[in-house]
């Protein structure tokens, strides 16, 4: 899967779980600005993993504070199937 490919899916699951538009998403964009608690934020994970038939790990869950920062640990566990 191509990283736009993941970027754009990203961004929809992003919009969907959060409620938000989609140009407020960016890298730099924190979860939490995006009106996000620490519930939406397990929803949206679980989520991507259901999308992207991947398994996140609590510790690197933890981690992902911006969207730039869910995109990577996506892409990084896309690329490595």
Same mark, same amino acid.
């Given at each position: 899967?191509?990283?736009?490919?993941?970027?754009? *899916?990203? @961004?929809?699951?992003?919009?969907? *779980?959060?409620?938000?538009?989609?140009?407020?998403?960016?890298?730099?964009?924190?979860?939490? +600005?995006?009106?996000? +608690?620490?519930?939406?934020? @397990?929803?949206?994970?679980?989520?991507?993993?259901?999308?992207?038939? @991947?398994?996140?790990?609590?510790?690197?869950?933890?981690?992902?504070?911006?969207?730039?920062?869910?995109?990577?640990?996506?892409? *990084? *566990?896309?690329?490595?199937?």
């Amino acid at each position: 899967m191509e990283q736009e490919e993941v970027k754009k *899916k990203l @961004i929809e699951i992003v919009v969907d *779980k959060l409620r938000c538009e989609a140009s407020e998403v960016t890298e730099d964009t924190r979860l939490s +600005d995006l009106g996000a +608690d620490s519930l939406d934020e @397990i929803e949206m994970l679980m989520e991507v993993e259901k999308e992207f038939n @991947i398994y996140i790990k609590d510790e690197e869950a933890d981690k992902v504070i911006t969207c730039g920062d869910a995109f990577e640990l996506v892409c *990084k *566990k896309v690329e490595a199937l």
